[in-house]
């Protein structure tokens, strides 16, 4: 059974950084691109970063790009994401997200919020 769980969210201060971390059950994360989403309230829900199967290549959206770094631990099984110098409008419900076999599986979420 396919099955992500997301940890790390926490409240922090602006300028601070966050490790948020997915673990999967299932299936390999190395066999599959792996997401990372957010929504924050009342909007929709965005791709904030993604890693193709089995190399090392990430793509950013340009709201993260330079402050986010996406990793994969394949002997965990988990994927992790890096936040440095986040901002308030970073804060939002992070999930974790995989397509396979013809399934969106998502995570619960995380709840990151950024303020002093």
């Known amino acids: 059974q396919v099955q992500l769980v997301e940890s790390g969210g926490h409240l922090v201060q602006p300028g601070g950084s966050l490790t948020l971390s997915c673990a999967a059950s299932?299936?390999?994360?190395?066999?599959?691109?792996m997401n990372w989403y957010r929504q924050a309230p009342g909007k929709e829900r965005e791709l904030v970063a993604n890693?193709?199967?089995?190399?090392?290549?990430?793509n950013y959206a340009d709201s993260v790009k330079g402050r986010f770094t996406m990793s994969r631990d394949n002997d965990k099984n988990t994927v992790s994401l890096q936040m440095n110098s986040l901002k308030p409008d970073d804060t939002a419900v992070y999930y974790c997200?995989?397509?396979?076999?013809?399934?969106?599986?998502w995570g619960q979420g995380t709840q990151v919020t950024v303020s002093s």
């Open positions: 299932g299936f390999t994360v190395q066999l599959y691109e």
């Open positions: 997200h995989v397509y396979l076999y013809g399934v969106d599986y």
């Open positions: 890693m193709v199967s089995f190399g090392d290549e990430t």
